[in-house]
């Protein structure tokens, strides 16, 4: 590892304060953030209504779709999310807007003499700094989502959340969630809270059991997707089947099969809440408008999109980076160049400890090439050992020198322009954002 090395960007000189001061280790446990949040006067108990969302895949875009439906109907809106991509601000939205560098420094020393140099993680202290930040602003609803597992994360600080949300669980963080796939859904279930409702995913078997027993234990009404509600596609529209009645809505702003599963648990979410601001106009209105930046996003600006444009090429960027978000994304990328026959180009950059084979698997048969790089990170998986995995698959793959290199090599390739996608990591995806402020999440 490079000693000089920091995952932040150079803008967040606050954060690099905090970083030095706190190290990124995570240990599961709420001991440290309660003593904390406790200092500063409990601030998650001064909060607008709270929806609580855990899961391993799809929590981003689903708390994306909460909060836009939300906003739709005139709300205010408190969000966190993790990680950031380009600038730690976008961590932290506060009444719609992401905190400023004001109060980003003004909040990180109240939380500091809170804390008065006691041991703490810089996510907790993250997580500390943004409901601290939050209790000072009104508003109508705060989106939090979960950080890792659910049970000891950080976030996991409410008594009595208005909603928890569990999507999708599967196979990621085995060395600190798994190995069994129960481990890891106990650890999401634990998110769940003695009365309060809980709205569920579709889930694998043996993940159905573990959410459904603490839920059970808790006396949580738990409402699930595929038998109490379901959501899915018909004639391009999103047909939302609640328990009380149909809606049929546009279809999710987010491209994939998948988003219409999001934001069909999104709905139930909402509608679970029952703010009365919140019509079905407004719904309408938010899943049609949503925007979750690194998720199947079309890149139409910046030096990427300047190389791609005059081949007629188009780039899309995702943060999937397991087997099952991997699933996912294949099958987006298949529908399409279904819808013109041109080749399905990959540029892969991945941290280690995922499940790199498993993610390749998905693709075959849906990906012509797949460019492997490196990023900045002492953690990334060398780009030989990515090559060597999707080769091992049958995908035709090999090393490249960085983003722009990939999608030079991928430009080059005879034939119809490509659709390229960029994906793996969210380390990744931030930096390839991060290379012009055209594309810096807003």
């Known amino acids: 590892m490079r000693p000089e090395y920091d995952a932040i960007r150079a803008s967040d000189v606050t954060i690099a304060r905090l970083r030095a001061l706190h190290p990124s280790l995570i240990d599961l446990s709420t001991g440290r953030i309660e003593r904390l949040l406790t200092a500063l006067g409990r601030p998650q108990d001064r909060l607008p209504p709270v929806i609580h969302v855990a899961g391993t895949n799809g929590k981003g875009s689903t708390c994306a779709y909460l909060r836009a439906i939300a906003e739709a109907a005139g709300l205010k809106v408190h969000a966190i999310i993790s990680p950031h991509l380009v600038r730690f601000a976008e961590r932290i939205r506060i009444a719609g807007q992401l905190i400023t560098d004001e109060e980003l420094s003004l909040r990180i020393d109240e939380v500091e003499a809170a804390n008065q140099g006691q041991p703490i993680s810089f996510f907790e202290i993250t997580t500390a700094l943004a409901l601290h930040a939050f209790a000072q602003t009104p508003a109508d609803l ?3 989502e979960v950080g890792l597992g659910g049970r ?13 949300v569990i999507t999708p669980v599967d196979y990621d963080h085995l060395e600190m969630l798994g190995p069994e796939l129960s481990k890891i859904a106990w650890e999401k279930a634990g998110i769940i809270k003695r009365g309060r409702p809980v709205v569920v995913a579709r889930q694998l078997e043996e993940a159905l059991q573990a959410i459904e027993s603490e839920a059970q234990t808790l006396h949580a009404p738990m409402t699930l997707m595929g038998r109490d509600i379901d959501a899915f596609e018909q004639n391009g529209r999103l047909v939302v089947q ?4 149909l809606l049929d809505l546009p279809p999710p702003s987010l491209f994939g099969q998948h988003q219409f599963d999001n934001a069909g648990l999104a709905v139930a979410a909402i509608k679970t809440w029952g703010h009365p601001a919140i019509d079905d106009a407004a719904i309408a209105r938010g899943v049609a408008s949503t925007v979750w930046p690194g998720r199947f996003q079309p890149i139409t600006k910046g030096p990427l999109a300047d190389l791609a444009r005059p081949s007629g090429a188009d780039l899309w960027l995702d943060g999937a980076h397991n087997p099952h978000a991997g699933r996912a994304l294949a099958d987006a990328v298949a529908r399409l160049a279904a819808r013109d026959g041109r080749p399905v180009v990959m540029i892969v950059g991945m941290l280690g400890r995922k499940d790199n084979r498993g993610f390749f698997e998905a693709f075959r048969g849906a990906a012509h090439k797949v460019f492997t790089t490196s990023f900045e990170s002492p953690s990334a998986t060398p780009p030989e050992e ?14 490249a020198n960085g983003v722009e290199d990939a999608l030079v090599r991928a430009l080059a390739r005879p034939g119809a322009p490509p659709h390229v996608l960029i994906c793996g990591s969210l380390h990744f995806v931030g930096d390839v954002l991060s290379l012009s402020p055209d594309t810096w999440p807003t």
């Open 242 to 245: 609640l328990e009380d009645g």
């Open 152 to 164: 000891f994360d950080a976030s996991n600080v409410f008594a009595a959340p208005a909603v928890s």
């Open 142 to 144: 705060t989106v939090v």
């Open 386 to 399: 990515l090559a060597a995995s999707a080769t091992a698959v049958g995908l035709d793959a090999e090393v």
